[in-house]
C-alpha cells in the first residue's frame, strides 16, 4: 500500500505532539504524531468548524483518482441515486474497498495527522465516498445538513458529543457553474438549534468556498454545510467523501459493503500491524 503525494506547498506548516497514554498496562504507551498544519490551525479548526488545503494533490494524482473512479463505476452494483432533491448527484460508497487508489488513503498525513491532533492517536477512518453530479443533470445540489445528528434534547449532563472529521476532496473545479461547498463557521457548536429539512436558503454568516481540483476541505461531523446547485454550462463535479473518528466510534452506516473487499482482505493477512487495525476500526479501544 502507497500513501497518495501530495503538494508540500499546500501546508503552511507542521509540530509535533507526543502523546502519553495513562494505560500501566500496557506500560504507558507513547505516541508521536507529526500534525501536518500549524497549532493556530487546529485552533482555527476548533472554532471555526473547518479548514481549507487549496490544491493539496499534484493534478496526476487527482487524474489517476478520476480513472480510478471510472473503473468503479463501470461495475458497482450499489449506486445510489434516491438522494432527490435534497442530495442530488450520484453516490457510491466503500470506495477503499474496490479500489487500491483509495486504499491509498488509509495512512493519508495531511488528514491523519490534523485527525490525530484534534481527537487523539486513536482514529479509525469512517465511509469512503463519491458524490457525482453530471453537467448534462444540471441543479443538482444538496440541503442545508451536517453529518451527526445524535444531540438529544434535553442536553444530558454527561453527554459525549460524536466528533468526527469528514474529508472532502474535490477532483474537479468547483465554481459558480459546478456548484461550490458553502458553510456556516462556528455552527458545529450549535447544539441546541434545529436545522430542517428541505432548506436551500442562504444563511447569515456563510462562507462560499469555490475551490480548484485536488483542493479538500476538512469539516467537524456538526457543521452545517451544503453544497450549492450545478448550472448548465458547468462540467462533471466529482467529490470524494472520507472521515475520521475516535476508535471507539461506531462505522458510517451508508451503503453496502463488499463481503471480500480490500480492506477485509487486508485485516485476514495475519502480518497486519496495529495501526492498520485500528484505523479500520477493529483496535484501539477496549
Ligand atoms: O458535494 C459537496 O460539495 C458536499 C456534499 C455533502 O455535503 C455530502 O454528500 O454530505
Ligand atoms: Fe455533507
Same mark, same amino acid.
Given at each position: 500500500m502507497n500513501s497518495i503525494p501530495f503538494h +508540500? +506547498?499546500?501546508?503552511p506548516g507542521r509540530h509535533m505532539i507526543t502523546y502519553r497514554i495513562r494505560d500501566s498496562h500496557r506500560k504507558f504507551p507513547v505516541r508521536d504524531v507529526e500534525v501536518l498544519a500549524t497549532p493556530q490551525e487546529i485552533e482555527q479548526f476548533t472554532r471555526d468548524g473547518y479548514l481549507v488545503r487549496e490544491r493539496l494533490l499534484p493534478m496526476e494524482q487527482v487524474e489517476r483518482l478520476r480513472a480510478a473512479l471510472d473503473e468503479v463505476m463501470t461495475d458497482d452494483g450499489h449506486i445510489e441515486r434516491g438522494g432527490g432533491k435534497a442530495f442530488g448527484g450520484i453516490f457510491l460508497r466503500h470506495l477503499m474497498d474496490k479500489h487500491p487508489a483509495f486504499l491509498? *488513503?488509509?495512512? *493519508? /498525513? /495531511?488528514t491523519l495527522s490534523i485527525a490525530r491532533a484534534l481527537f487523539g492517536p486513536s482514529v479509525q477512518m469512517r465511509g469512503f465516498t463519491a458524490r457525482i453530479c453530471f453537467p448534462d443533470d444540471p441543479h443538482q445540489e444538496t440541503e442545508w445538513h451536517f453529518h451527526q445528528r445524535l444531540i438529544p434534547d434535553p442536553l444530558p449532563p454527561l453527554l459525549t458529543r460524536p466528533l468526527t472529521m469528514d474529508v472532502l476532496l474535490y477532483l474537479d473545479d468547483t465554481n459558480e457553474l459546478n456548484g461550490p461547498l458553502c458553510v456556516v463557521p462556528g455552527s458545529h457548536n450549535w447544539i441546541e438549534e434545529d436545522l430542517e429539512k428541505d432548506d436551500f436558503s442562504d444563511k447569515p454568516g456563510q462562507v462560499v468556498l469555490p475551490l480548484p481540483a485536488g483542493s479538500c476541505v476538512l469539516a467537524h461531523g456538526s457543521l452545517w454545510h451544503r453544497a450549492l446547485p450545478t448550472r448548465p454550462g458547468g462540467t462533471l463535479r466529482r467529490l470524494l467523501l472520507f472521515g475520521y473518528g475516535p476508535a471507539w466510534n461506531k462505522q458510517a452506516i451508508y451503503g453496502v459493503k463488499p463481503p471480500d473487499g480490500l480492506t477485509t482482505r487486508l485485516l485476514q493477512n495475519p502480518d497486519v500491524d496495529e495501526e492498520t487495525r485500528e484505523l479500520l476500526g477493529v483496535a484501539g479501544y477496549m
Amino acid at each position: 500500500m502507497n500513501s497518495i503525494p501530495f503538494h +508540500e +506547498e499546500a501546508i503552511p506548516g507542521r509540530h509535533m505532539i507526543t502523546y502519553r497514554i495513562r494505560d500501566s498496562h500496557r506500560k504507558f504507551p507513547v505516541r508521536d504524531v507529526e500534525v501536518l498544519a500549524t497549532p493556530q490551525e487546529i485552533e482555527q479548526f476548533t472554532r471555526d468548524g473547518y479548514l481549507v488545503r487549496e490544491r493539496l494533490l499534484p493534478m496526476e494524482q487527482v487524474e489517476r483518482l478520476r480513472a480510478a473512479l471510472d473503473e468503479v463505476m463501470t461495475d458497482d452494483g450499489h449506486i445510489e441515486r434516491g438522494g432527490g432533491k435534497a442530495f442530488g448527484g450520484i453516490f457510491l460508497r466503500h470506495l477503499m474497498d474496490k479500489h487500491p487508489a483509495f486504499l491509498d *488513503f488509509l495512512r *493519508f /498525513p /495531511p488528514t491523519l495527522s490534523i485527525a490525530r491532533a484534534l481527537f487523539g492517536p486513536s482514529v479509525q477512518m469512517r465511509g469512503f465516498t463519491a458524490r457525482i453530479c453530471f453537467p448534462d443533470d444540471p441543479h443538482q445540489e444538496t440541503e442545508w445538513h451536517f453529518h451527526q445528528r445524535l444531540i438529544p434534547d434535553p442536553l444530558p449532563p454527561l453527554l459525549t458529543r460524536p466528533l468526527t472529521m469528514d474529508v472532502l476532496l474535490y477532483l474537479d473545479d468547483t465554481n459558480e457553474l459546478n456548484g461550490p461547498l458553502c458553510v456556516v463557521p462556528g455552527s458545529h457548536n450549535w447544539i441546541e438549534e434545529d436545522l430542517e429539512k428541505d432548506d436551500f436558503s442562504d444563511k447569515p454568516g456563510q462562507v462560499v468556498l469555490p475551490l480548484p481540483a485536488g483542493s479538500c476541505v476538512l469539516a467537524h461531523g456538526s457543521l452545517w454545510h451544503r453544497a450549492l446547485p450545478t448550472r448548465p454550462g458547468g462540467t462533471l463535479r466529482r467529490l470524494l467523501l472520507f472521515g475520521y473518528g475516535p476508535a471507539w466510534n461506531k462505522q458510517a452506516i451508508y451503503g453496502v459493503k463488499p463481503p471480500d473487499g480490500l480492506t477485509t482482505r487486508l485485516l485476514q493477512n495475519p502480518d497486519v500491524d496495529e495501526e492498520t487495525r485500528e484505523l479500520l476500526g477493529v483496535a484501539g479501544y477496549m
